[in-house]
């Protein structure tokens, strides 16, 4: 099994509210990382997770919160988000310790905030 | 910004020919590794080229790097319609995680 699964596929907030997107994967793998992309623009890491613990934070704002709850599960935690927040967000997996070696890719949550 | 740059930013041809996509980046890299994503869905990988290979080949695809010049092409040849999609080389430069870092994509459309 080589995929990466997220949930919801589209997801409509308000600006009060508190929503959560989630990913999975069974691939063991011990690397997983969060992207956000904007229409017409690259993915941009976010978070990334190595051992279920938060190893990279790119200056994303508080009010995007990850959680790695076990090696298989990664949230991504939404509150008080902003109408530029809407974008595709990616989340992706791949092995750990091992340097040359490609990302597994989910389909990707639209959100949009309103 | 470490994020590279692609060119062209969009590309048109036929069914048949040949495309081609530059990518170039800033910093010392292990590998780059170059993606296809359909109409803003998840992103494929391609192929992987490590910073001590020159070329690479998969199928119709062919990859080459330049460490000296720190820049990298995609080849896709006899394209079909079916290709048609955004392409992004991705530098990964980081220690034991695969932190990527994509280039600013190359729009192909391969017209029937």
């Known amino acids: 099994d080589t995929e990466v699964t997220q949930t919801p596929k589209h997801l409509v907030m308000g600006m009060t509210n508190k929503k959560s997107l989630k990913c999975e994967q069974h691939m063991g793998h011990r690397a997983m990382y969060w992207y956000k992309q904007k229409a017409k623009k690259p993915p941009e890491l976010m978070f990334v997770?190595?051992?279920?613990?938060?190893?990279i934070n790119e200056s994303v704002p508080s009010r995007f919160s990850p959680e790695c709850p076990n090696s298989s599960l990664l949230n991504l935690h939404l509150h008080a988000l902003q109408p530029e927040d809407s974008a595709l967000y990616l989340c992706?997996?791949?092995?750990?310790?091992?340097?040359?070696?490609?990302?597994?890719f989910g389909q990707g949550t639209r959100l949009t905030v309103v | 910004s470490q994020q590279g740059e692609e060119d062209p930013q969009a590309l048109s041809i036929q069914e048949g020919e040949n495309a081609t996509m530059n990518c170039s980046y800033k910093?010392?890299?292990?590998?780059l590794q170059w993606y296809r994503q359909n109409s803003g869905r998840g992103l494929v990988h391609l192929i992987l080229i490590r910073s001590n290979e020159r070329e690479k080949h998969s199928g119709r695809l062919r990859v080459t790097l330049d460490t000296s010049k720190k820049s990298s092409s995609l080849l896709i040849t006899a394209s079909r319609a079916a290709d048609t999609a955004s392409y992004f080389c991705a530098t990964n430069y980081g220690g034991a995680t695969n932190k990527l870092i994509f280039g600013t994509g190359t729009l192909l459309a391969v017209q029937p």
């Open positions: 997770y190595s051992y279920e613990k938060l190893s």
């Open positions: 992706a997996s791949s092995a750990i310790q091992v340097i040359n070696t490609e990302a597994f």
């Open positions: 910093t010392s890299i292990n590998n």
